[in-house]
Nanobody, 124 residues
């Protein structure tokens, strides 16, 4: 069973950038499709981005396309989310997640393992 630890969140001004990391341990990292989700106060947890096992296929929510980039380093068992041109509406707790499904999916129910979350706050 894989364990996930998120890091890299913080406070940034609108238009700024942050890179989130998710370190995996306790399992075969390449066995999992990986994703990032976020949850703002009072809102449902929503899909942000997902990446295939080899990193050759990605999926993004429309709200982050062109601004966020998901990547993985299988040699380092680490998942990344590069976030550029951040907006106040990106403020949320961000979670990495692992899925054993065949393809990259946006549904929260498709992901089986979760990190503890890291707070991202974007000021206007």
């Amino acid at each position: 069973q894989v364990q996930l630890v998120d890091s890299g969140g913080g406070l940034v001004q609108a238009g700024g950038s942050l890179r989130l990391s998710c370190a995996a341990s306790g399992g075969n990292f390449m066995a999992y499709i990986m994703g990032w989700f976020r949850q703002a106060p009072g809102k449902e947890r929503e899909f942000v981005a997902g990446i295939s096992r080899r990193g050759d296929s990605t999926l993004y929510a429309d709200s982050v396309k062109g601004r966020f980039t998901i990547a993985r380093d299988n040699a380092k068992n680490t998942l990344y989310l590069q976030m550029n041109n951040l907006k106040p509406e990106d403020t949320a707790v961000y979670y990495c997640a692992a899925s054993v499904h065949f393809s990259v999916l946006a549904a929260r129910q498709a992901y089986h393992y979760w990190g503890q979350g890291t707070q991202v706050t974007v000021s206007s």
